[in-house]
């Protein structure tokens, strides 16, 4: 309930709030069954789950079977954990949910300069709501046990660019480790650096294709872990390529030498990317 009331109290919340008959639109819970408000109608005397953010909202806990009764009595089981029913009156999980729509003030619609409506609310909430819900971890003495798990629009995109950008300082040091290991396997200065500087602007490419010529905006987990799987293929690439040129010394000509290393060596790089690239395909689904 106490933090419930802090996000709807956060600077600029009324601006980026869904707006419904002219006020921000309440939050969907089910806390009006637990803290109902004695001067209107009991919550579970008209709830439904189309309008449960609409319910009534008092400051006192109120008689937590009768709320469950009432929970149970309409069957809105959305904000509980899937083990919750009539025979396991309990849940291990409390779901709320806080709209947000457009068009923000000073926009004509939702449409009017999407882009910008969704960068200032992409900026709002990480700067205002991202850190109060990441500060929001309970007592020792009040509620050990409570976690707190958070996202959405605004908030899980940008952690998981947040969460990217620091992997991509290991990933430096991962790559410093591979060219480390390409010189002393190559014993060339020239090849090992060469190969390093080839694996790393393979990243910024991919990453170009994926956002510019694919148009895709949405970057996931997966996103940040093909960082590092494009280091670890590189590498393997590179290794399959030189090996293979070093086995076919026996050629004296240099353009027979270099025919029979792309052609065996080929093979061997495209069953390892098409393997992986169908790994992760299985989960587009």
Request: aromatic share 14%; glycine share 8%; with cysteine.
């Amino acid at each position: 309930y106490q933090r419930r009331v802090r996000i709807v109290a956060l600077p600029g919340y009324s601006d980026f709030c869904l707006l419904r008959r002219g006020r921000c639109s309440g939050v969907e819970s089910l806390l009006p069954f637990f803290y109902p408000n004695r001067a209107q109608l009991r919550p579970s005397s008209h709830a439904r789950d189309d309008d449960i953010d609409d319910l009534p909202l008092g400051g006192v806990l109120g008689d937590v079977e009768r709320a469950i009764d009432a929970v149970l009595r309409y069957g809105i089981f959305y904000y509980t954990d899937k083990q919750f029913s009539a025979t396991y009156r309990r849940s291990t999980l409390f779901r709320m949910q806080f709209q947000f729509g457009a068009p923000l003030p000073g926009y004509d619609s939702h449409r009017d300069r999407y882009t910008e409506q969704e960068s200032r609310f992409g900026d709002w909430a990480m700067s205002q709501l991202h850190p109060l819900l990441a500060s929001m971890r309970p007592a020792r003495d009040v509620a050990p046990d409570v976690r707190v798990f958070y996202g959405g629009d605004g908030v899980t995109e940008r952690e998981i660019l947040a969460t990217l950008y620091g992997d991509a300082s290991l990933a430096a040091v991962a790559l410093v480790l591979i060219f480390a290991l390409l010189w002393l396997n190559m014993r060339s200065l020239f090849l090992a650096a060469l190969s390093a500087f080839q694996i790393a602007v393979s990243v910024p490419f991919v990453y170009w294709m994926y956002r510019a010529v694919g148009g895709i905006r949405y970057v996931g987990v997966l996103n940040a872990i093909s960082l590092f799987l494009i280091l670890g293929i590189g590498v393997d690439d590179v290794f399959i390529f030189y090996n293979t040129f070093m086995q076919a010394a026996h050629l004296p000509d240099l353009g027979d030498r270099l025919s029979l290393t792309y052609r065996r060596a080929t093979k061997a790089t495209f069953i390892t990317s098409f393997t992986t690239a169908a790994a992760f395909a299985v989960n587009l689904g």
